[in-house]
T-cell receptor, first 115, second 115 residues
Framework: NAGVTQTPKFQVLKTGQSMTLQCAQDMNHEYMSWYRQDPGMGLRLIHYSVGAGITDQGEVPNGYNVSRSTTEDFPLRLLSAAPSQTSVYFC??????????????FGNGTRLTVT | DAKTTQPPSMDCAEGRAANLPCNHSTISGNEYVYWYRQIHSQGPQYIIHGLKNNETNEMASLIITEDRKSSTLILPHATLRDTAVYYCIVRPHPFSSGSARQLTFGSGTQLTVLP
């Protein structure tokens, strides 16, 4: 299993450009989520999905869109990039929480700079 | 969701036990305690989780107080490779939409293992 794969690893955008951060998992996990991490800070939840066709907002959803057409993929779209979106983005997945718990599995991140 | 409080930093001598505390005084009965760590610039790594009983795996032990308002992660023989930011979070089961929205990681504890 490759686990959670994020692409690209690095990206530089100009203000106003759009792009999609890709996230794929091969563990048949139902739950997937996107976090952003700013320097010296913890992770904040952007959007999440509890299954194909179902998405919801996290703590900091503004400026981002998501969709979940398959179990495996959960892309994050920046519609009009702003310098405030400069951050490291992590995708995570887990099985649907059950009686024995459901640890999150994280990708290695996408480092985005908006100039 | 229960919020967690952790000390911002701790030091530990190599080969000694590292004891990382976490307060989660508003934890609900259906919330698990999870510990993750993040080594510089990598994605967070799952360590251990528990509900109310103490847990041990190949990486660490988790001690949860009887009232479940606090927990301690124990790395029994810390090595230099254990230097990382350690995050304590609580995650409810079952995983409802309302509870998922605030799944943040906070600032964590920077553990530095000293030679």
């Amino acid at each position: 299993n490759a686990g959670v794969t994020q692409t690209p690893k690095f990206q530089v955008l100009k203000t106003g450009q759009s792009m999609t951060l890709q996230c794929a998992q091969d563990m048949n996990h139902e739950y997937m989520s996107w976090y952003r991490q700013d320097p010296g800070m913890g992770l904040r939840l952007i959007h999440y999905s509890v299954g194909a066709g179902i998405t919801d907002q996290g703590e900091v959803p503004n400026g981002y869109n998501v969709s979940r057409s398959t179990t495996e993929d959960f892309p994050l779209r920046l519609l009009s990039a702003a310098p405030s979106q400069t951050s490291v983005y992590f995708c995570a997945s887990s099985i649907q929480p059950g009686a024995r718990g459901s640890p999150l599995h994280f990708g290695n991140g996408t480092r985005l700079t908006v100039t | 969701d229960a919020k967690t409080t952790q000390p911002p930093s701790m030091d530990c001598a190599e080969g000694r036990a590292a004891n990382l505390p976490c307060n989660h005084s508003t934890i609900s009965g259906n919330e698990y305690v999870y510990w993750y760590r993040q080594i510089h610039s990598q994605g967070p790594q799952y360590i251990i989780h528990g509900l109310k009983n103490n847990e041990t795996n190949e990486m660490a032990s988790l001690i949860i107080t009887e009232d479940r308002k606090s927990s301690t992660l124990i790395l029994p023989h810390a090595t230099l490779r254990d230097t990382a930011v350690y995050y304590c979070i609580v995650r409810p089961h079952p995983f409802s939409s309302g509870s998922a929205r605030q799944l943040t990681f906070g600032s964590g504890t920077q553990l530095t293992v000293l030679p």
